[in-house]
Structures are given as C-alpha cells and as structure tokens.
C-alpha cells in the first residue's frame, strides 16, 4: 500500500498497539500531527515537552508496554532529553519520536535545528536520524523490538520534514533480526545448579531486588522462590514493588537512605543474591567489602554484573526464566532465626517512627505516607518525585502485590512525579487508583501539567510536601557540614497553593496537623475527581528518623 511517511509511522503505532501518545507539536512534525489526525490515535497535548517523556514512561510502566512520545525539533527535542536520560537510567522502553529539519538544510544551523541525536546518543539504547524513506518501516520495527527486550530502555528516533511527505510502498516487517543484537534470556545451566548449591548452603542469605523485576514481569516467580527457600528480601527504590511488602519475608529499603537494620543485615550475610538490580553507589556506598560474602548477581545485561560489586557468581538471563530455573529445586535452609530477627526489626523500627512524638509543628509525614497507603485500595499506583518526600513514600507505602510503585531512581529527576502520574492514569483508566506524592520543589517544575488532569478529569489524588525549602539538598547539606551549613535551598516565596488549586479547577485540601489526615484522606478518596492536597511539614523534618544533623 502506498503511504506518505507521516502515514506509515502512524500505521507502525497502529500495528504496535499503541493508541496514546503524548507530544507538543510544531514546524518540523507537521505531517505527522496531519496523519494523527486522520487516525484513531490518542494524542495528548502535554504543557512541556519533558512532561511528553515522564508520561510516556508512567503510561508504560503501568500498562507494561511501550510508551511513545513526540516533539518538534530544536527546543521541542532537546526539552525531551531529561525525560529520556531518566527513562534510560531506569531501563524504561520509550519510543521518542522527534521532527528535524529538511534533510539537504541539516547543519546549515536552520531555524529550530539541533542534533538531538548527537545529543541523546549517550543516554538511549539506540537512536536513528532517518536519511531514506525507505528506512521508516524497518527502523520503526527496530525500535520497538529495542526498546521492549533485553535490558529494556529509550529509543530515539529523529525524522526530517521533508522525509516526513514522501511517499512509499508500506509493508511492516512481520520479524526482525539485528546483527550483533542478541539477549540472553536463559540462564546457564551450570550457574543455576551452581547457584543452588551455594544457597543451599548459606545461613544468613537475603535476596535484593531491583526494577528489573518489573521490567521481567516476574513478581509471581520471585514469590514463588521466596516461598520456597524463605529467605528475606530486601529491595533498592527502583524495587519497592517489586514483592509485596506485607509479606513477612520483606525486610525494606536498603542503601544510603534505606533502613538501617537492613543496611546491617546487607553487611552481616554471607549469602546476597542481587536480581534484576544495578546495585549503584546509593544501594553499596554503606555496604562493607567482605571476603567471605558470596554475591550472586542474576541481570539481562551482562555489562551491570561485577561492575559496582564484586560477584561470585554471575547468571546472565532474564529474570523471569532464571527464577523459574531456580524454583525447580527444593530448598532446606536453615535460617529460620536469621529471618525472625530481620523481621523484629522491621516491625519495631516501624512502629516505633510511627508512634514516636516529634517536638515539631505541622504534619509527621511518616503518619501521612502510612494513612494514604491504609486509606488507599489495593490497586494503587503510587508516583513520587525527588527527595525527602520520594524516601518517606518509598518507606511506608505498602507496595502490596497488586500495587505499583514509580519513581525516578537513577536519574533523580524532580518533576516526575505529577507528569508519570498522568500517563499512568490514561494507562490504567478508572479501575485504579493513582496517587502522585512530591515536594513542593518538583511540583513547580513541572506544574502546568495541572491543566491536563483538570482538562481531562483524571480522577488523581495529588500531594505537595511544602516545608519551604528543597529539603533532601538541605539535609544532605546540613550532613555534610556543620549545623546551619545550608544555602540555596530555602524557598523564599511559595504560591496560595489551594487558590492554584481553584484556578486550576481542582478540589483544593490542606493538611496542616496529624489530627486532620483521617478526616481528609477520607473526603479526598470519597471523591470521583481529582483533589489537590497540601500537606505542611516542619522543614527540620528529617527523611530518616535516626539520621542527626550534626
């Protein structure tokens, strides 16, 4: 069938599966936003183009597919890049659709012309400049099979107007095979039996998990394997959904800003079996070395294994058929008192942050974190953003089995939270629950997203942490030096944030003291609209409940 361009690359979509997408139109995507016209595509007009990306990734991670977005050239590509960088750092597939300037003006510096593919080529699993039209049906191909296998992540692919209007003989490529391109997805046989031994064998063994858990689909296998040699979990922030954390075999968060009684147990077992994590200086930078730990790292790419910690023994494949592998043995550890003890701990370092009664004004956000969790059902996605708010959700929201948990975790990227919550919404649609948390810091970089959520109607319950200062930057500034060592990180000036509610058409609640949290989340969950939630904490308020200033 003869296709312009623009026409075939939306056929692609079709033929993906892909009915949303989200993007900011212009000069250079012309005949694509004339083809999306004609077509039964979604397309959400997003209110900056970095938000285009966040959304794409939220509306992938929650449907566990491929998210899309699209920008013009110039400004409109290069806003999508923190987007793609953060989607990158988290293995996030993401198709990333970009217009460039007419081919024979490419590097005369034309109006709106950048090299985004210059620009992205360190931070995406592949990028194209397509040069022939030709090229588009193979290359679209490509890129969702790229994105959407092995170590999953960002694929970008920049398009010439010109190209764009050309016209060709469209067949999209029913299989695709790329040279050198070939993941691993089985385990090795030897290493599987070689890791069975080695866990037969352990007495204090944890398993830590990783978002690529998620990415694998495989949280029933690791269950199932839990179950089978009861032995504790620990998880990196990617990995807070990873296995339900109501199960008492979950130990919690571990790394720089993870438990400390799980940081103690990561340094006292002699048995750490890392799966489907990276395990990055933020997991290891309060881990000890130690000769006599055996570390076995199960990951689809071979590149992370041994790369920030040594390992024992390394198993390359996907996690989903390793675990499967290694759930075909039966287990006889003997660590029951091991796991009780990490269990106590668990309950009573909780318990006790919870109860415990600080000498400061306004709202305790553990207490918080935990109410929105109780009040929420058991479907919820939760997003939250970067820095004190991000810690305190990833520890006392329970990521249940039915429940996700997104966030950035390599990157760090503050504005996250509210774009990833509205591309998880129009992904999971009206049968869960998606609750964005975030400080008021990234929420007013990203902010005008607001308008969607109104315009739209997405049913999401929205919560801005404000203690008027950029708290995690302050905090690690008041670690780092000496007490009052902070500096440009007070926010001098916050807007009336319930009248932005208002202007913004949404439902407007603030949250000021622990008496009115019940009261509140009950209105606000009672609701079928969105509702805006302004929770005041006392900027002394540290992210964990046993760090000091010094």
Same mark, same amino acid.
């Given at each position: 069938m003869k296709l312009k361009v623009a026409e075939a690359i939306v056929k692609c979509f079709e033929l993906?599966?892909?009915?949303?997408?989200?993007?900011?139109?212009? +000069?250079?995507?012309?005949?694509?936003?004339e083809a999306l016209r004609q077509s039964n595509i979604k397309h959400i007009l997003v209110r900056q183009e970095q938000s285009a990306a966040h959304m794409a990734s939220g509306y992938g991670r929650a449907s566990g597919t491929v998210g899309v977005c699209l920008?013009?050239?110039?400004?409109?590509?290069?806003?999508?890049?923190?987007?793609?960088?953060?989607?990158?750092?988290?293995?996030?597939?993401?198709?990333?659709?970009?217009?460039? $300037?007419?081919?024979?003006?490419?590097?005369?510096?034309?109006?709106?012309?950048?090299?985004?593919?210059?620009?992205?080529?360190?931070?995406?699993?592949?990028?194209?400049?397509?040069?022939?039209?030709?090229d588009i049906p193979r290359v679209m191909k490509e890129a969702f099979y790229i994105a959407n296998t092995g170590r999953k992540g960002p694929v970008l692919i920049d398009i010439p107007k010109d190209i764009q209007n050309e016209v060709i003989d469209f067949k999209y490529p029913e299989t695709i095979d790329i040279r050198g391109y070939k993941p691993t997805y089985t385990g090795h046989a030897r290493q599987i039996e070689k890791a069975y031994r080695i866990i037969e064998s352990a007495k204090q063994p944890l398993i830590c998990v990783g978002g690529g858990i998620s990415s694998s689909d495989c949280k029933d296998e690791l269950i199932e394997f839990v179950e089978k040699t009861k032995i504790p979990v620990v998880c990196t922030l990617m990995g807070v959904d990873s296995y339900p954390n109501d199960s008492p075999y979950f130990a919690g968060l571990l790394g720089a800003h993870g438990y400390p009684f799980v940081n103690n147990a990561m340094n006292k077992a002699d048995l750490v079996i890392v799966i489907g994590a990276r395990f990055t200086d933020r997991s290891t930078s309060v881990l000890a070395a130690k000769?006599?730990? %055996?570390?076995?790292?199960?990951?689809?790419?071979?590149?992370?294994?041994?790369?920030?910690?040594?390992?024992?023994?390394?198993?390359?494949g996907d996690a989903k058929n390793i675990l499967k592998q290694l759930c075909e043995y039966d287990y006889h550890l003997d660590n029951d008192k091991w796991s009780d003890n990490i269990r106590y701990s668990r309950q009573s370092y909780i318990e006790e942050n919870i109860n415990k009664e600080w000498e400061l004004e306004g709202v305790n956000p553990f207490r918080l974190i935990k109410a929105i969790s109780d009040e929420a059902d058991e479907t919820t996605i939760m997003t939250a953003d970067v820095g004190q708010n991000q810690i305190w959700a990833a520890h006392y929201f329970t990521a249940s089995r039915n429940r996700q948990f997104l966030t950035s975790g390599g990157l760090g990227?503050?504005?996250?939270?509210?774009?990833?919550?509205?591309?998880?919404?129009?992904?999971?649609?009206?049968?869960?629950?998606?609750?964005?948390?975030?400080?008021?810091?990234?929420?007013?970089?990203?902010? +005008?997203?607001?308008?969607?959520? @109104?315009?739209?109607?997405?049913?999401? @319950?929205?919560?801005?942490?404000?203690?008027?200062?950029?708290?995690? $930057?302050?905090?690690?500034?008041?670690?780092?030096?000496?007490?009052?060592?902070? %500096? +440009?990180?007070?926010?001098?000036?916050?807007?009336?944030?319930?009248?932005?509610?208002?202007?913004?058409?949404?439902?407007?609640?603030?949250?000021? %003291?622990?008496?009115?949290?019940?009261? $509140?989340?009950?209105?606000?969950?009672? @609701?079928?609209?969105?509702?805006? $939630?302004?929770?005041?904490? %006392?900027?002394?308020?540290?992210?964990?409940?046993?760090?000091?200033?010094k």
């Open positions: 993906e599966g892909i009915n949303t997408i989200f993007g900011y139109p212009g +000069g250079a995507v012309l005949p694509l936003y920008a013009t050239s110039g400004p409109g590509a290069t806003n999508l890049i923190t987007g793609i960088a953060t989607a990158y750092m988290d293995s996030i597939p993401l198709i990333a659709i970009t217009g460039q $300037v007419l081919s024979d003006k490419i590097g005369t510096d034309m109006f709106q012309e950048a090299d985004i593919v210059g620009a992205t080529e360190p931070f995406t699993k592949h990028n194209y400049l397509i040069k022939s039209k030709n000769s006599n730990q %055996h570390i076995i790292h199960i990951d689809i790419d071979p590149a992370e294994i041994g790369k920030n910690m040594k390992t024992n023994t390394p198993i390359v990227t503050m504005g996250y939270s509210l774009s990833a919550a509205i591309g998880a919404k129009f992904a999971s649609g009206k049968e869960h629950t998606v609750v964005a948390v975030m400080g008021e810091g990234g929420f007013q970089m990203l902010m +005008g997203e607001l308008a969607l959520v @109104k315009e739209h109607n997405l049913n999401i @319950k929205i919560f801005v942490i404000s203690n008027s200062r950029l708290g995690m $930057v302050r905090e690690l500034q008041l670690l780092a030096y000496t007490k009052d060592s902070y %500096h +440009g990180v007070e926010i001098g000036f916050n807007p009336d944030f319930m009248k932005l509610a208002d202007a913004y058409g949404l439902k407007g609640y603030r949250i000021s %003291h622990d008496n009115e949290i019940d009261s $509140v989340l009950k209105e606000v969950f009672s @609701k079928d609209e969105p509702c805006f $939630v302004e929770c005041k904490v %006392h900027p002394d308020f540290p992210t964990l409940a046993h760090w000091r200033w």
